[in-house]
């Protein structure tokens, strides 16, 4: 699947992740990590998003946020505790450059992914 078709079909939803995390963003993440072949029961074994970044160096190659390290769409971008009351947050980029970037995501406050 790709991340039109996975924008299209979870759009407006609240998604929730095999391991058991309910309509979080890092549910989100795990999503579309399934779909392109992740496996993990949860695919991110953390307590919180900023707890992400470097937790499966088996599956990701883990970026830091530096001028020359800009995502691409599809990737899965982790924001540290200083986001979503000290848990951090995540998404899947569906745009960026080296100063601004837009993701697909949830938080769980109802409305589903945007």
């Not at 989100?28 to 993990?40: F, I």
Request: net charge neutral; proline share 5%; hydrophobic share 40%.
């Amino acid at each position: 699947m790709n991340l039109q078709e996975f924008i299209k079909q979870y759009q407006g939803k609240q998604v929730n992740s095999r391991g058991g995390i309910l309509g979080e963003c890092v549910a989100l993440a795990q999503r579309w990590a399934e779909v392109n072949g992740v496996s993990g029961s949860p695919v991110f074994p953390v307590a919180a998003a900023k707890d992400m970044a470097g937790s499966r160096p088996d599956a990701f190659t883990w970026i830091a946020n530096t001028p020359t390290g800009v995502p691409q769409p599809g990737d899965i971008i982790v924001m540290n505790g200083r986001v979503g009351g000290g848990y951090g947050h995540t998404g899947i980029v569906t745009a960026a450059n080296q100063n601004t970037f837009n993701i697909f995501d949830q938080w769980n406050i109802g409305g589903g992914a945007t």
